[in-house]
Nanobody
Framework: VQLQASGGGLVQAGGSLRLSCAASGRTIRGYTLGWFRQATGKEREFVAGMRGTSSNTFYEDSVKGRFTISRDNAKSTLYLQMNSLQPEDTAVYYC???????????????????WGQGTLVTVSS
C-alpha cells in the first residue's frame, strides 16, 4: 500500500483544515488506519485511529472534540478533519495503515506497516 498525505498548510488559531490520505496499490478496506504527528524536536505521537473491522474511532486526549477521523473505502482515502486548531497542533502529520493491529497497539507507531510522506500543518497564534 502506498499512502499519499495532503491538505496541510498555514492556518490561524481557531481555523480548520482537512487532511487527506489517498491509498494506492491495495484497498484500505480491512486495514487499521491512523494519523500521527511529529512536532520539531519531539517524538511521533498518535492523533487518531480507526480499526478496519469496525467504525469505532480513537483520539488522543488533546484533540478529542476538535478532530474527526473518517475513511472512504470506495475511494481508498482516509481523512482527518481538524477544527479549532491551536498553535500546539503545529506538526508534520502522517497517515499510516496496518493489518493485524490489536487494540492496545493502536497508538504505537511501530505497529503500522505503511506510512505516508507527511504533510505540514502550521497554526499561527
Amino acid at each position: 500500500v502506498q499512502l499519499q498525505a495532503s491538505g496541510g498548510g498555514l492556518v490561524q488559531a481557531g481555523g480548520s483544515l482537512r487532511l487527506s490520505c489517498a491509498a494506492s496499490g491495495r484497498t484500505i478496506r480491512g486495514y487499521t488506519l491512523g494519523w500521527f504527528r511529529q512536532a520539531t524536536g519531539k517524538e511521533r505521537e498518535f492523533v487518531a485511529g480507526m480499526r478496519g473491522t469496525s467504525s469505532n474511532t480513537f483520539y488522543e486526549d488533546s484533540v478529542k472534540g476538535r478532530f474527526t477521523i473518517s475513511r472512504d473505502n470506495a475511494k481508498s482515502t482516509l481523512y482527518l478533519q481538524m477544527n479549532s486548531l491551536q498553535p500546539e497542533d503545529t506538526a508534520v502529520y502522517y497517515c499510516a495503515a496496518g493489518s493485524g493491529i490489536i487494540l492496545s497497539n493502536l497508538r504505537v507507531p511501530s505497529a503500522y506497516d505503511y506510512w505516508g510522506q507527511g504533510t505540514l500543518v502550521t497554526v499561527s497564534s
